[in-house]
């Protein structure tokens, strides 16, 4: 069975740190991976998405993310956080090919401090 | 606008009830997804649907029931509400295609069930 583990519940940076969540999950097969967003009050968002080829992916806003297939990670990172980026990220993994159920992991919650 | 819709965006009800939540999914998708995010288990996936079919369960309760009728739309029916229940759901909407290549998820805004 596939899962997804986010390690980090809660994370608060001050403006202008930088951003590593991780993001790591199971499944026996190729994969398509997701980061999504979801900013207080709004539904959630894609930021990013891997399906093949350069395994460093650049979203929106700023934010990239390494896939990293012998570690099985998918990590989100942006070099310089601002307070519009307080918001819950997911991590999400998918069986490449059709009719293949998505898996999020639980999401972790960053606060960043003006 | 992600270019699904669901409603209610909100609803209270009591224990014990039954409701319905309906979403939209985006125009040309024909696959319909469901979750539940509640505040102890994160975001959890319960049931997909392609073209009126269901495809893929995951944790869905007895109480829960899902369908996707012929226009593509799909409603969520949950019953005999607990309080546990209390949750922002989810509907998801993708093509699914045929080929290997990847397809993206679009989310609704959720709607907001509040069982007290």
């Known amino acids: 069975a596939q899962s997804v583990s986010q390690h980090n519940h809660h994370v608060i940076l001050s403006e202008a740190a930088s951003l590593e969540l991780g993001c790591n999950y199971s499944?026996?097969?190729?994969?398509?991976l997701f980061w999504y967003v979801q900013y207080p009050g709004q539904h959630l968002q894609l930021l990013l998405k891997?399906?093949?080829?350069?395994?460093l992916v650049k979203g929106i806003k700023g934010f990239e993310a390494e896939f990293i297939k012998s570690k099985f990670s998918f990590n989100l990172r942006k070099p310089s956080v601002q307070w519009s980026d307080t918001a819950e990220y997911f991590c999400?993994?998918?069986?490449?090919?059709?009719?293949?159920?998505?898996?999020f992991g639980t999401g972790t919650k960053l606060q960043v401090i003006p | 606008d992600s270019g699904v819709t669901q409603t209610p965006k909100h609803l209270i009800t009591a224990t014990g009830q039954r409701v319905t939540l309906r979403c939209s999914p985006r125009?040309?998708?024909?696959?319909v997804y469901w979750y539940q995010q509640s505040l102890d288990q994160g975001l959890q996936f319960l049931i997909q649907?392609?073209?009126?079919?269901?495809?893929a369960k995951g944790n869905i309760l007895e109480r829960f029931s899902a369908q996707q009728f012929p226009d593509l739309h799909s409603e969520l029916n949950l019953s005999s509400l607990e309080l546990g229940d209390s949750a922002l759901y989810f509907c998801?909407?993708?093509?699914?295609?045929?080929?290997?290549?990847?397809?993206?998820?679009?989310f609704g805004e959720g709607s907001w069930l509040t069982v007290v």
């Open positions: 891997y399906f093949s080829g350069d395994p």
């Open positions: 998801a909407s993708s093509v699914v295609p045929e080929s290997r290549t990847g397809n993206t998820i679009y």
């Open positions: 499944y026996g097969g190729t994969v398509n």
């Open positions: 999400a993994v998918r069986g490449s090919g059709g009719y293949q159920k998505v898996t």
């Open positions: 649907y392609y073209n009126g079919e269901e495809r």
């Open positions: 125009s040309g998708d024909l696959s």
